[in-house]
């Protein structure tokens, strides 16, 4: 029935291009987006579970990020550490040869390696103390990194007790009366006793520095597996991420070309059912 107040076949044709448009908005939408998921009204479930692993993925990223500070600072503490012992060990044997040569010339030139060897030292210790490990080398505090979360969401971290370098080769009493291992006189090594007590102090400070050395490497390469392990979560969280939000654009370019020519047919039922109506006009002629 054809009527003129109600023209069914064109509410039909134009609810058919009204859903046409829609899915055609959409599939433009996630071409030019990437994505199948945009906001809550694309799959509510959908957008909250994937809120969520952003988030998680945000945190695993900055924790990553964050070790990078304590790995740096043990990497570059540890090599201030191993110069000082090396520096150590010259003294050690420079000390030595300057006992067993009782040549006044040889003496000084031996003493004057010692003083290098020292500087060397006062150096290392200065070098040691970038991006703020000042206290790395000078106090005996605890430094704590976060590595992660327990299954309760609590923090997981790993520890450092830090040695007190800088005391261990600068203020301890040795010799003849010298202030530390660094200002070491020809006072401190003139006799066979000096040079024992001071040969002590160096190897005890060689001990310490080089335990030092050891958990200071030891820290750092256990920081770089938990940022290995962080940056695997995370990659394993994106890749499930984009698997629940990336759009198949494969299948949406497929789908837009379909969708185009069901518009076209939609805009032509329309006119046909437009038409019909005016059909009814030749009736009365």
Partial sequence: MTGITTNYSQLSALRNLQSVNKQLDQTQNRISTGLKINSAKDGASQWSAATKMRADISSYRALSDGLDYYKSTADVVSG????????????????????????????????????????????????????????WLSATTTVTANIGYDSTG??????????????????????????????ITTADI??????????????????????????????????????????????????????????????????????QVQQQLAIQALQISNASAQNILRLFQ
């Fill in 154 to 183: 609590a923090a997981v971290t790993d520890t450092l007790t830090k040695v007190d370098v800088d005391t261990a080769v600068t203020a301890t009493a040795i010799g003849g009366g010298a202030a530390g291992i660094t200002s």
């Fill in 190 to 259: 003139d006799t066979a006793g000096e040079v024992t007590a001071t040969q002590t102090a160096i190897d005890t400070a060689i001990t310490t520095v080089t335990a030092y050395a050891a958990k200071l490497g030891s820290f750092a390469d256990r920081l770089g597996d938990s940022q290995a392990f962080l940056d695997k979560i995370a990659d394993v969280k994106q890749s499930s991420l984009s698997d629940m939000v990336d759009a198949d654009l494969e299948e949406e370019s497929a789908k837009l070309s379909a969708l």
């Fill in 80 to 135: 201030a550490a191993e110069s000082i012992v090396n520096s150590l060990n010259d003294m050690k044997s420079l000390i030595t040869q300057y006992a067993n040569t009782s040549d006044a010339t040889e003496q000084a030139t031996i003493y004057a390696s010692i003083q290098s060897a020292e500087a060397q030292i006062k150096s290392a210790l200065a070098a040691g103390q970038v991006k703020g490990a000042t206290d």
